[in-house]
Nanobody, 125 residues
């Protein structure tokens, strides 16, 4: 397992931008598939974006396509989520997750064995 710490959340107006960071610790953290999930009040946690260990493959949920971009810098053991054109419905706690073998289940929680504590993102209308 790796240890994950998210940062960068906050309050922003609709249409604004935020960049979340997820710092990973552990010798093999750069070999993990990394993902962002989010959980809004009263809702289940949902997939947002995923990136492979070397950044060669990435995918987003339909709800954030064209607005959010996931990236990683393995020299800094950090994964980012750039969020643009934010909407009130993006309000949620955002979690970073790491998994060694995600396969086709990358959009579910199942393959991820390390999670951060979450960072709150609030978008006002």
């Amino acid at each position: 397992q790796v240890q994950l710490v998210e940062s960068g959340g906050g309050l922003v107006q609709a249409g604004g931008s935020l960049r979340l960071s997820c710092a990973a610790s552990g010798r093999t953290s750069s070999s993990y598939t990394m993902a962002w999930f989010r959980q809004a009040p009263g809702k289940e946690r949902e997939f947002v974006a995923v990136i492979s260990w070397n950044g060669g493959w990435r995918n987003n949920a339909d709800s954030v396509k064209g607005r959010f971009t996931i990236s990683r810098d393995n020299t800094k053991n950090t994964v980012y989520l750039q969020m643009n054109s934010l909407k009130p419905e993006d309000t949620a706690v955002y979690y970073c997750a790491a998994g060694r073998y995600t396969g086709s289940y990358y959009y579910t929680e199942r393959p991820y064995d390390s999670w951060g504590q979450g960072t709150q993102v609030t978008v006002s209308s």
